[in-house]
């Protein structure tokens, strides 16, 4: 059983900044990429940053300059710093990271209940 925690969201003024945190835990064998996706009610999951065990990270088009994803390998833990926030930056932000367990070494996709980003004046 894999468990992915969320927190670091609220409300935050345009221009402002937040961080995100995710930790992973449970039965983990091995976890490989981990990053944060968003998603609006009606509209497809869209990627926001996602880094891998190696440390490459990748940024969707729409946050890139603004957003820093970083992971505590020891921790089991991905951060999303998000600076300069936009309105459009509101969203539910979900957790994703792609483990091996101790019982299914193979790996396979987990999401987080999410934790909700409002970027209002």
């Known amino acids: 059983q894999v468990q992915l925690v969320e927190s670091g969201g609220g409300l935050v003024q345009p221009g402002g900044s937040l961080r995100l945190s995710c930790a992973a835990s449970?039965?983990?064998?091995?976890?490989?990429?981990m990053g944060w996706y968003r998603q609006v009610p009606g509209k497809q999951r869209e990627l926001v940053a996602v880094i891998t065990n190696g440390g490459a990270r990748n940024y969707g088009d729409s946050v890139k300059g603004r957003f820093t994803i970083s992971r505590d390998n020891a921790a089991n833990t991905v951060y999303l710093q998000m600076n300069n926030l936009k309105p459009e930056d509101t969203d539910v932000y979900l957790c994703?990271?792609?483990?091996?367990?101790?019982?299914?070494?193979?790996?396979?996709?987990?999401w987080g209940q999410g934790t909700q980003v409002t970027v209002s004046s």
């Open positions: 994703y990271a792609h483990i091996g367990t101790v019982q299914e070494p193979t790996p396979r996709g987990y």
């Open positions: 449970g039965s983990i064998g091995s976890i490989y990429a």
